[in-house]
């Protein structure tokens, strides 16, 4: 088969072709067949969905609420955590009389400072936020962190 005979042939495919006989009627005879004899009303019907609809918004309102209320358990000490974490105590360090001998260290040792004194003050503005206490401890590790690193310099 060459080319020539190859798009003579696609050419051939666009045109229209009559089936050689009528398909409606098999169609709509096994449609009839297919129809189940007793159904239900349509009223019947939108109300089995409406309340399959409020049951699935029932139930999703209800996860979410424990998904929620699990959340929350655990992220919220109790008052005397927080009070403890919040003020400093005699075995906390004095991390503010830190300065390390390498001048790249020095910066970061500043701006730890700087951002936990802040912290502190707003702790004291907001004792029961427990944001300010997660970024208090956040500041704390990353400055035990530097110390590390300070260490490992040597």
Do not use: C, Y
Not at 39 to 57: D, E, G, I, N
């Amino acid at each position: 088969m060459n080319e020539l005979e190859w798009h003579r042939q696609m050419r051939a495919l666009r045109e229209p072709v009559a089936p050689q006989r009528d398909l409606w009627t098999q169609i709509d005879a096994a449609l009839d067949a297919a129809q189940p004899t007793v159904s239900t009303p349509p009223a019947r019907r939108r109300h089995h969905r409406v309340w399959l609809l409020a049951a699935s918004f029932a139930g999703l309102v209800i996860l979410a609420g424990g998904v929620v209320f699990h959340l929350r358990q655990q992220q919220v000490p109790n008052g005397t955590e927080l009070a403890n974490t919040a003020t400093p105590t005699a075995t906390t360090p004095d991390l503010t009389r830190w300065k390390p001998s390498d001048p790249r260290l020095a910066g970061a040792a500043i701006e730890l400072d700087a951002a936990q004194l802040e912290l502190r003050q707003a702790l004291k503005q907001a004792p029961d936020s427990v944001a300010l206490q997660r970024l208090l401890d956040r500041t704390e590790r990353q400055q035990s962190q530097l110390r590390h690193m300070e260490n490992q310099a040597g």
